[in-house]
């Protein structure tokens, strides 16, 4: 039994030892395994997603009085004269929620660089469709919220969540020809850009110069340091909260910061895998396996450890390192903190209030579908071609889940609205139109498959 035990915690080959959470223990083979392979999927993080927004909506509805008291507990941090006081859901939506964009404009920078959008020719068919995908459902809200304080929710129906777009591929596209989900990835990705944009220039308040100004400087810093050849993390950690504390107080939404780290974190690896290789077989050859006494040779294998890390682009080392905290804390906590809506009649008793909740919903549901479609049809007949194996009954499916919108819709109905009664209808219009539009799409696209 022990032997056997030995040889299930060894990978026979190199004879490297399996860490406790891939033994056959009943533990981890009936526990931790299902879980981590649960989070590896790609629809894991649009069903935490949904357990918050559900869990939001009935904490709202059965305790409305602890469910405000938690999110609008103030906090305060601060140095001195120096503080910032914010309740909870702010720090969320501030702060929290720029370590997402951050993460979000890694993505983006890694698919400029090196994915899907370093080809102008393979762009022409999502990009088009994107731009659909963000004017149509912007105009019918427009058109039914014309001219007064209501219109300034007009982007809200933008946007299109990654998380549960893709998720809800996943499930019920199974078997797609992968052009499909590629293309979904590719124009959501276009349409995070455009949301940012938006957030950026339309949704910002009184502008500092000042502030921004110190914003650019600590970024060209970095920049030089980078140059410089410095990589003590701490030293960027430092410069990056400066970026976000300047940026908040610029008059731009905090978040932007995020998106501007993002742009000037360095996407080339430090070291060259060859060079790291030739001093591995040096480190290898000079160290024993089993020194006496033990971990003296430490130092060689720390130095190593070192260098690997460098092998890999400090871009895709920060994306690994955090997308799982945006994907399974920040953005659920974002969702538990702002789904909560109570679901009664007194929200819609005015008619602007009636009109922002429609317009969300016609937005998202046939403004989005319309939109990505008529993009895409546009494409074609400029000469681009729908993916391999893809028909346009399944085009139209996507189109219909890019209708999902929640987090970042979720995030612009918080900035376009301080009206209480204005931002529920909003909220509420979301909820709604992005259950109508999971729905659409995955009977549109199960249809495409029989």
């Known amino acids: ?16 030892r399996r860490p406790w959470s891939r033994s056959e223990r009943p533990l981890p083979r009936l526990v931790l395994r299902p879980l981590q ?13 949904v357990l918050a927004a559900v869990v939001a909506l009935a904490w709202a509805n059965l305790a409305a009085g602890s469910y405000d008291r938690v999110w609008h507990t103030r906090l305060t941090v601060g140095l001195g004269r120096w503080m910032i006081e914010e309740d909870l859901r702010h720090w969320i939506n501030d702060a929290a929620m720029a370590l997402f964009f951050f993460v979000v404009g890694l993505e983006i920078k890694r698919e400029l660089i090196s994915g899907e959008l370093r080809d102008p020719r393979a762009l022409v068919l999502p990009a088009l469709a994107a731009l659909g995908g963000m004017l149509v459902p912007a ?6 919220n014309p001219g007064d304080v209501a219109s300034r929710g007009w982007a809200i129906p933008m946007a299109t969540d990654i998380a549960f777009a893709v998720g809800v591929l996943s499930v019920v596209g199974r078997g797609s020809p992968p052009g499909l989900k590629l293309f979904l990835l590719t124009f959501a990705i276009i349409d995070d850009i455009g949301a940012i944009l938006v957030i950026a220039v339309f949704y910002a308040g009184s502008i500092s110069f000042v502030a921004l100004g110190i914003a650019a400087a600590l970024l060209v810093v970095m920049i030089v340091f980078r140059r410089m050849n410095v990589r003590a993390g701490a030293v960027y950690l430092i410069l990056g909260i400066g970026v976000w504390l300047a940026v908040f107080e610029s008059g731009v939404h905090a978040t932007i910061a995020g998106v501007l780290l993002a742009f000037v974190t360095p996407a080339v690896a430090f070291q060259r895998p060859r060079a790291v290789t030739e001093e591995a077989r040096r480190v290898a050859d000079e160290t024993s396996d089993h020194p006496a006494p033990a971990d003296s040779d430490a130092h060689h294998w720390l130095h190593l450890a070192r260098l690997s890390r460098e092998t890999v682009s400090p871009l895709v080392r920060l994306e690994e390192a955090l997308h799982p905290w945006t994907s399974y804390v920040i953005v659920p906590l974002f969702a538990l903190a702002n789904a909560g809506v109570r679901i009664t009649g007194d929200g819609f008793q005015s008619p602007t209030s009636l009109r922002v909740g429609f317009g969300v919903v016609v937005g998202l549901v046939l403004g ?29 499916g996507v189109a219909a889940i890019g209708g999902i919108g929640f987090t970042v819709s979720l995030f612009i109905a918080n900035l376009a609205y301080t009206d209480e009664t204005l931002l529920h209808a909003a909220k509420l219009g979301i909820l709604v139109g992005s259950l109508i539009s999971g729905i659409a799409g995955s009977v549109l696209i199960a249809r495409a498959h029989r």
């Open 368 to 396: 989005k579908v319309m939109g990505v479609s008529l993009g895409a049809f546009v494409a074609t007949r400029l000469g681009a071609h729908l993916p391999t194996g893809v028909v346009w009954r399944q085009m139209i």
């Open 1 to 16: 039994m022990a032997e056997q035990r030995g040889r299930s915690e060894t990978d026979q080959p190199s004879g490297l």
């Open 37 to 49: 392979d649960f989070l590896h999927t790609e629809a894991s993080s649009g069903i935490l997603l």
């Open 139 to 144: 105009l019918v809200f427009l058109a039914i």
